[in-house]
């Protein structure tokens, strides 16, 4: 049997233990929130699962000389063993998946992101890995879901419907060092984007169930829910420094990409199809950066902003490569 | 309020966040069309073939610029207002910052205890040995330290870097806006094809299409020529995706400048030829059928490799012949050139692979006007038939011969040679727009990881002798570390941990 087939057998593993993972991230979001109403927002330093299976971890006091103090804001965690086990299967998950994507590399003998099954394998491990390397630090157990379920849906994708139209042979333009750059700049940043557009939700879900407790409106089915995640505020400061995080990285790729393509076809910017939708996404994030410290802007309005940004990106990968032709065409399914 | 007020409210309007917010959104809207419809810039045949089949609906949308979004009227409004906004923005704050960079931090305000981020603590070395630790401790992380012995307080400010990159970021995108206007002004691109054997030399004659900026002029051609040698493509011949290319390489034989020696260079993908800035990119490739022709009268009118153009992945190549020299009648040929010729059942003769394993010509002869007298422009990849006469078909290998009927001629099919297409570009503005992105992304890093903040210490001597320390903190941007200053601060300067809450008010020298 050939590495690659190997990979792809392991791969089929890793999505299994990934879907074991959501359904405890699942099994734990439900379990843990409780039936009370959210708290508002104006207390913000307290904590928010009033209603939380008693185990609050001990919120750290603004006068606590720890460094970071930032993460302190970090939401107590309600001990939960179905969360426990979600993590674990997630960690194992995320090593199968590594091991798989690193056996694919050796056996086709180059980086594994030139086509779209490499792809979505690369950033869907790009983005598992952000979460865990954050998990314990920012008290991440609450977004495990969120992570997860969007990176099963690539890995599926992957396996299910683009793994059977992959070529295997690249373009010999592809073949270049700059392939190694330039793309693994775009996964990983796909990677994140996915995870800041995970957030972004929360924060608009949570931002809801905020305002209707402040008004007095009873609990619906999501306000209930949104007790396990952090408070708003806490939500909107999380996503901007993922998404203050990711837009340098992809002003990088889109920089990288230029500098291919002038060593490639002898402009460094033509407006083909993928390198207009780069922009778009650049230009809508950018827009988010700002809206994000404008008065009359800031909190729903800029966080709608920052998952259409998510929403053109999620385009410029799928639409411009299955429906649009362009130069990026090869990109092999 | 007068045309001075108006005008005055105007600036206000269009240099505000909102204005450029909204300026923004309509430029990534605006460039959604160029990536739905055929682009002139990016292929013009696209368009040509868009406009045939929509006729109707075309001629709206062309009027619209859709096919030429990033050049229409309406795209570069955008960004010109975009810009004229975002320098209305940057450039008073750039003067605002500089200043502030000369500028001293600002004294310590009246009640620190009031302050988001406020401790205090009790210790008992003086006030004056306090302000000197406190001030030794902020410089030493790189605080700007400004000290007011009287007061017996300390202002310090850090992470002017972020303004100083946000502003690095958008003047640079200044920058590249004027680095692209540049390349495109003073740059050209052209394209040719070159078949094997034949020969190129860099003057604007020789383009097959040149698109030169408006200030470029014909002597900024830099006078190197260069002769294809070779031209060889490999291809998948197993796995799942036979006839793939696997790799391209054209040998070619340049002269840098007249009189040169000559040396010979490969290029291929990822690696242009480079002649003093002007770049050679190898883009494309083909067959050249090669045909002598004999007219009826026994003259040799023509003995050419012809390009063929490909239509699909395995180089299935069509082309035409045109011989107006030939006598008594004019002949064209209508070709299809097949490097490896299979005969489909529905689809007629069709190449299966792209490598020359079983060359054939599938020819149609035609005799009579080529029209080529009429003064209206041909392509030389078209035959027009209007005024011809259909008079024979054959299918030719290499080495055949075809007595055409009538006694009009005969057609050698000889062989082929394979053909190369170049792209040759020259962009001025390059290096400019390079050094404005790098610029973007170390201004962009700065701007979105550096925090400023400010620390404030007072030292005032109480009734029993013991100095009260009080620290304020305050965080200029979201997130900024103000606690961990605080705290380092009120470690060095040996005040005890947790005092308790809430802070007195410090007694106030008289």
């Given at each position: 049997m050939s590495l690659e087939s190997t990979s792809f057998q392991l791969m089929n593993a890793a999505a299994v233990v990934y879907a074991g993972a959501m359904f405890a991230f699942a099994y734990d979001f439900a379990k843990t929130s409780r039936f009370v109403q959210v708290a508002d927002d104006d207390t913000a330093e307290a904590p928010v699962a009033v209603g939380a299976s008693g185990a609050a971890a001990p919120v750290a006091t603004r006068r606590s000389r720890s460094r970071g103090s930032d993460r302190t804001e970090a939401l107590p965690e309600p001990r939960s063993k179905a969360a426990g086990i979600a993590v674990s299967l997630t960690f194992l998950a995320f090593g199968l998946h590594l091991v798989a994507l690193t056996m694919h590399a050796v056996g086709v003998g180059r980086v594994p992101w030139a086509n779209m099954y490499e792809f979505s394998l690369s950033a869907a491990l790009a983005g598992v890995a952000i979460y865990l390397a954050l998990l314990r630090p920012y008290r991440l157990r609450w977004l495990g879901l969120f992570v997860v379920a969007p990176a099963l849906l690539t890995v599926g994708l992957a396996l299910v419907v683009l793994y059977p139209r992959t070529s295997d042979t690249i373009a010999p333009n592809v073949d270049s060092y700059w392939l190694v750059i330039h793309v693994s700049a775009a996964a990983i940043s796909g990677g994140i984007f996915t995870f800041g557009a995970a957030v972004t939700l929360l924060y608009l879900l949570r931002e809801r169930a905020e305002t209707r407790a402040a008004a007095g409106e009873l609990a619906g089915r999501t306000s209930i829910l949104m007790t396990r995640v952090p408070p708003a505020a806490t939500l909107d400061r999380l996503a901007f420094r993922v998404h203050a995080f990711v837009f340098p990285l992809w002003t990088f790729a889109v920089v990288s990409g230029a500098i291919w393509a002038e060593n490639a076809w002898g402009r460094y910017w033509g407006w083909d199809p993928k390198e207009t939708w780069a922009f778009i996404t650049w230009v809508v994030y950018a827009g988010y950066l700002h809206a994000r410290v404008t008065a009359g802007w800031k909190g729903r309005r800029a966080a709608v902003i920052a998952l259409v940004g998510f929403a053109t990106f999620l385009f410029n990968y799928f639409g411009v490569n299955l429906l649009l032709s362009g130069l990026h065409s090869y990109s092999g399914v | 309020v007068g045309a001075v007020g108006w005008l005055r409210w105007g600036w206000r309007q269009l240099t505000s966040m909102r204005t450029a917010l909204i300026l923004l959104f309509l430029l990534a809207l605006a460039a959604v069309p160029g990536s739905l419809f055929p682009q002139r810039g990016v292929d013009q045949a696209a368009v040509r073939e868009y406009l045939a089949d929509n006729p109707e609906l075309g001629r709206v949308l062309d009027r619209l610029s859709m096919f030429d979004v990033f050049a229409a009227p309406w795209f570069a409004a955008i960004y010109v207002l975009l810009f004229i906004?975002?320098?209305?923005?940057?450039?008073?704050?750039?003067?605002?910052?500089?200043?502030?960079?000369?500028?001293?931090?600002?004294?310590?305000?009246?009640?620190?205890?009031?302050?988001?981020?406020?401790?205090?603590?009790?210790?008992?070395?003086?006030?004056?040995?306090?302000?000197?630790?406190?001030?030794?401790?902020?410089?030493?992380?790189?605080?700007?330290?400004?000290?007011?012995?009287?007061?017996?307080?300390?202002?310090?400010?850090?992470?002017?870097?972020?303004?100083?990159?946000?502003?690095?970021?958008?003047?640079?995108?200044?920058?590249?806006?004027?680095?692209?206007?540049?390349?495109?002004?003073?740059g050209f691109r052209g394209n040719v094809l070159v078949r094997e054997g034949y020969g190129f030399s860099n003057t604007l004659t020789q383009y097959d299409s040149i698109t030169p900026g408006r200030f470029f002029s014909s002597s900024d051609l830099a006078p190197f020529s260069f002769t294809l040698r070779d031209f060889t493509a490999t291809f998948r011949t197993d796995g799942n995706s036979v006839g793939a290319a696997t790799s391209f390489s054209s040998t070619l034989e340049v002269t840098d400048e007249p009189g040169a020696e000559p040396?010979?260079?490969?290029?291929?993908?990822?690696?242009?030829?480079?002649?003093?800035?002007?770049?050679?990119?190898?883009?494309?490739?083909?067959?050249?059928?090669?045909?002598?022709?004999?007219?009826?009268?026994?003259?040799?009118v023509f003995s050419e490799a012809v390009p063929f153009l490909p239509q699909d992945g395995a180089f299935t190549s069509t082309g035409v012949v045109k011989v107006p020299d030939a006598l008594p009648e004019q002949i064209g040929l209508n070709g299809i050139f097949l490097p490896t010729a299979s005969l489909d059942l529905e689809r007629g003769p069709i190449s299966t692979f792209p490598a020359p394993r079983n060359p054939a010509v599938f020819l149609s002869a035609w005799t009579g006007d080529l029209g080529l007298n009429s003064g209206r422009p041909q392509s030389v990849y078209r035959l027009v038939t209007d005024d011809m006469e259909l008079i024979g078909r054959e299918s030719l290998q290499p080495g055949d011969s075809w007595e055409l009927p009538?006694?009009?001629?005969?057609?050698?099919?000889?062989?082929?040679?394979?053909?190369?297409?170049?792209?040759?570009?020259?962009?001025?503005?390059?290096?400019?727009?390079?050094?404005?992105?790098?610029?973007?992304?170390?201004?962009?890093?700065?701007?979105?990881?550096?925090?400023?903040?400010?620390?404030?210490?007072?030292?005032?001597?109480?009734?029993?002798?013991?100095?009260?320390?009080?620290?304020?903190?305050?965080?200029?941007?979201?997130a900024a570390p103000v606690d961990d200053d605080v705290a380092a601060l009120l470690d060095a300067l040996g005040v005890p941990e947790e005092e308790p809450v809430p802070v007195a008010s410090p007694v106030m020298p008289s």
């Open positions: - | 906004s975002l320098a209305g923005c940057v450039l008073p704050r750039a003067w605002t910052h500089a200043k502030a960079m000369r500028a001293r931090p600002p004294a310590a305000p009246r009640r620190l205890d009031r302050l988001a981020h406020s401790r205090s603590g009790v210790v008992d070395e003086s006030p004056a040995d306090v302000v000197e630790a406190a001030r030794a401790h902020l410089r030493g992380r790189r605080f700007r330290v400004a000290v007011d012995e009287d007061d017996a307080s300390i202002g310090a400010e850090r992470g002017y870097l972020r303004e100083t990159g946000n502003l690095v970021f958008h003047l640079a995108l200044l920058v590249l806006l004027f680095a692209v206007a540049a390349g495109s002004v003073f040396r010979v260079v490969e290029i291929g993908p990822n690696k242009p030829l480079v002649v003093d800035g002007t770049k050679v990119f190898l883009v494309g490739h083909g067959y050249a059928p090669k045909f002598t022709i004999v007219d009826g009268e026994g003259e040799t009538g006694g009009v001629g005969t057609v050698t099919f000889d062989g082929f040679v394979e053909y190369a297409t170049f792209s040759v570009a020259d962009d001025p503005g390059k290096w400019f727009a390079l050094g404005a992105v790098v610029a973007m992304i170390g201004g962009v890093l700065l701007s979105l990881m550096i925090r400023r903040r400010r620390v404030w210490v007072r030292a005032t001597r109480q009734d029993d002798g013991r100095t009260l320390v009080v620290v304020g903190g305050l965080g200029r941007t979201e």
